[in-house]
C-alpha cells in the first residue's frame, strides 16, 4: 500500500503541470485580457492625463500621458503606444509567454501566487480569507447528504415497494428535479426577508461583531447564517445519494452469499449490517472526498452568490470575469491539487471500507 500511495503522489506533479500549462496556453489565446480591459476603460475616461493603477507586483504605477496632451480627448485616434507599452509592463505583458509561464511556476512552487491585478492584495491571502465560507459550504453540507441519505436509502432497500418507499421517493423525486440554487431563491423569499419573514440572515458568515460576544454565541451566530445556504445544498444533493444508496443494498441483498445466510438461520438484522452494509457501503463512503470536492467548487457558487458569502467558487467566477489571471490560475491550482489528493483519499478509504482490496496487485 506504501509504495502505491508514494506512486500517486508522484503522479500529482505531472498532472498538476499539465493542467496548468494547458489552461495557460487557452488563456493567451482568449480575447479581452486585462490589457485591453485596462486600454477600453482608458478609452472611456477619454484617455486623460495620469492614470494611478495598481500592479501584479502589489506597487502603485502612475501612467502619463504625453506633455501638451493632458486635455485632450484621445478616444478616437486610441491611446500614445508608450502609453500602451506601460500597461503592458505593469501587468507583465511585456515578457514572452514561456517567460511567464516558468516564473508563474516558480512561485507556485513556494506557494507565492503573486497579486491580483485589480484587489491590491496577494492571491494567497484572498483565497485564504475566502476558504473558511467554501470550507464550511463543503463540508458541513457533505456530512448531511450522507447523515441523510444512507439511513433514508437503507430503509427505501429494506422494505422496498412499500408505502415508506412511494411516499419517500416523492421528496426524492423533488428533491432531485429542483436544483439547489433555485431552492436558495425559495428560502430567500420565504425566510431571509424576501417578501415574508425575516428569521435569518442574508450575507456573510458571521454577524458584525461576533467577535467579541462568547463562545456559544458565537457558535450559535455561525450556525445561524449557515442554516438556508446549507439547506439548499443538501436537499439540492441529497437525492443522488439515496437512489444510489438503495440501488446498491437492493444489489447485494440479491446475491447468493444472502441467501446462504439467510438459510444457515441469520438475523435479517444480522445480515443487513454484518454482510450487506461493508460490500454496498464501498463504492458511497469512498465516494465521500468527491462528493465533498464537487460541492466544494462547483455546487455552491450559485448559491454564494444568492446569499453573498466570498468563497473560492465566487472567487473564481469574478476573477475569469475580471481577467484576474493571477487570481485565476492560483484558484485552479487549489482546485486541483486538492482535487488530486481527494482522489488519493478516495483509494485509501476503499482500503478501510474492504481490507480485502490490495492495490499493490493491480500492477
Known amino acids: 500500500m506504501g509504495g502505491y500511495l508514494i506512486r500517486r503522489l508522484l503522479l500529482v506533479i505531472p498532472t498538476l503541470f499539465g493542467i496548468i500549462a494547458i489552461n495557460f496556453a487557452v488563456v493567451q489565446f482568449a480575447p479581452g485580457g486585462p ?65 511567464r509561464f516558468w516564473l508563474m511556476l516558480k512561485g507556485y512552487l513556494s506557494l507565492d501566487f503573486g497579486r491580483s491585478f485589480f484587489r491590491d492584495r496577494s492571491v494567497l491571502s484572498l483565497i485564504l480569507s475566502r476558504m473558511p465560507v467554501s470550507i464550511s459550504l463543503g463540508l458541513w453540507s457533505t456530512v448531511l447528504v450522507y447523515l441523510i441519505s444512507i439511513p433514508l436509502g437503507i430503509r427505501k432497500a429494506v422494505h422496498d415497494g412499500s408505502r415508506f418507499d412511494l411516499i419517500s421517493s416523492l421528496f426524492v423525486l423533488v428533491g432531485y428535479a429542483v436544483p439547489g440554487f433555485l431552492f436558495a431563491v425559495l428560502l430567500v423569499v420565504l425566510f431571509a426577508g424576501g417578501s415574508y419573514l425575516q428569521w435569518f440572515p442574508l450575507r456573510g458568515l458571521v454577524s458584525e461583531g461576533s467577535q467579541d460576544w462568547s463562545w456559544l454565541a458565537r457558535v450559535m451566530d455561525y450556525l445561524w447564517h449557515m442554516a438556508l445556504p446549507i439547506t439548499s445544498l443538501v436537499v439540492g444533493g441529497f437525492a443522488t445519494l439515496t437512489i444510489l444508496t438503495k440501488n446498491c443494498f437492493l444489489e447485494e441483498v440479491r446475491k447468493q452469499y444472502v441467501v446462504t445466510a439467510r438459510a444457515k438461520g441469520a438475523g435479517e438484522r444480522r445480515i443487513l449490517y454484518r454482510h450487506v452494509f461493508r460490500n454496498a457501503m464501498l463504492l458511497i463512503v469512498a465516494g465521500f472526498p468527491s462528493a465533498f470536492i464537487g460541492i466544494l467548487f462547483t455546487s455552491a457558487l450559485l448559491v454564494e452568490i444568492i446569499f453573498s458569502l466570498n468563497g473560492l467558487g465566487l472567487l473564481g467566477f469574478e476573477a475569469a470575469i475580471q481577467r484576474d489571471y493571477p487570481v485565476m490560475f492560483g484558484t485552479l491550482y487549489i482546485f486541483t491539487l486538492l482535487g488530486l489528493l481527494m482522489q488519493i483519499v478516495g483509494d485509501m478509504m476503499y482500503t478501510l471500507v474492504d481490507p480485502r482490496i490490495d492495490f499493490e496487485a493491480r500492477r
Open 35 to 99: 490589457v485591453e480591459q485596462m486600454i477600453a476603460e482608458l478609452k472611456g475616461r477619454g484617455g486623460s492625463a495620469t492614470e494611478r493603477m495598481s500592479g501584479g507586483g502589489g506597487e502603485t504605477v502612475s501612467i502619463h500621458a504625453p506633455a501638451g496632451e493632458s486635455s485632450v480627448y484621445r478616444g478616437r485616434r486610441g491611446l500614445d503606444p508608450a502609453l500602451v507599452a506601460d500597461i503592458r509592463k505593469m501587468f507583465g505583458f511585456d515578457k514572452p509567454p514561456l517567460t
